[in-house]
Structures are given as structure tokens and as C-alpha cells.
């Protein structure tokens, strides 16, 4: 009998947490063994857990010895984004032509930034690109893009930008929006995913955001649409 559904998500979460705090790191082996005694769990769930994220390429299985975690590389991140920029831009369309409030979750931006809270901004940051998303009418959309997110963020935020700067990228969506402005909303938006996808590849490379590579990966797995 396979263990239950929420019992494998929470070493799944818990296994994405400790990667992007550095409490799991590349250049080790993790056994299921000592991950199931440090989540409290049985053996069952965590291997479950581990094939969930093998196949989101976030671990390795190491046959009878366990698993090392697998950080997105560059081209990893341009493939994220290729998928991001097929589904936002159309949703930042659709949602501007339906007149969606998107006014009310960027507010949450503001508050984020005046209280200085980085947790908050990002936590408010995913609920408006999935307002877009389910405000669009696709809700299939918004999880998919939710779990792409959940792998870029691995490698922190975005480096190179105040919250200010990324809190500014959205307002021309949130005013195209206002505006019912379907052409305004859908371009905005690209413009934003593309500066957020060059910086990660990046900062996935260790290079300069002008460096030759990030125009070589994006070219390459984005292209110049």
C-alpha cells in the first residue's frame, strides 16, 4: 500500500525547503534512511518523495545508497522560463480583456516592501502571478507554473533588483489591466518574465548577466520572440 498522498507531499516540501536553505547541498549523499528519522516518518514516504523529485530533476537516486540534490542549471532555468513565457503573457492578456482585479493581490507587493519583509513579498508575489494565471480562466495554468516556481526558487531570488525594482515590473500589467489594455498587459508581462528568466540563468551559471552564455542558453531554448 502506497502512504498516503499528504504524508509524501510534506517530505517532498520538506525536501524542497532544506535545498533552498542550503540544508541540502549537491555535494552530498542523503540516505532515506536518516531522512526518514529527521522528518519523523516512515522509509515509505520519503521514497515515494524522492521519485516525486526525481522526476522534477531535483534529485539523483543513487541505487542503495540514497539521493543528492540536483540544483537547476541554466538551461534548466531558460526551459522554466520558455514554458512561463507560452503561458503568462497569454494569461496577462486573457485576464486584462475579463477587466481582473489585480489592483487588490499587487498591494500586497507594496506592504511587503514597506514593512520589509522579503518572505511576505515573494509569498505575495506567486499569489499575483497566479491571480493572472486563474484570472485568465486557466487554473491548470497557475499549477503548473506554481511547481515550475517552486524548482527556480531553489536557487534564491533573483539577484541584481531591489523588491522596489521587481514590485515596478508588474505595475504596467496591473495598470494595463485597469486600462482593459489586452496588447499593453501581454507585452508587459513578457518583458518582465524575460528580465527575470536572463537574470537566473545567470546567476544558475555564476556569470555576469551580460555574459555571452545567458544570450547563448536564451537563444538557444527561448529564442529572440
Known sequence: MSASPSLTDRVVTAVRDGIRDKRFVPEETYSVYQLAELLGVSRSPVREAMLKLAEAGLVRIARNRGFRVVLPDPRDVAEIFAVRLALEPAAARRAAERAVDLATPFAALDEAIEAGDHEAF???????????LRGSGNGRAADIVASLRATTALLGPPTRRSLADIRDEHQPIVAAALAGDP?????????HLTHTGRLLVAQAAGVPPDDALVDQVWQEVVGSG
Open 122 to 132: 515573494w509569498v505575495a508575489d506567486r499569489a499575483w502571478h497566479d491571480a493572472v
Open 183 to 191: 496588447d499593453a498587459a501581454q507585452t508587459a508581462m513578457r518583458d
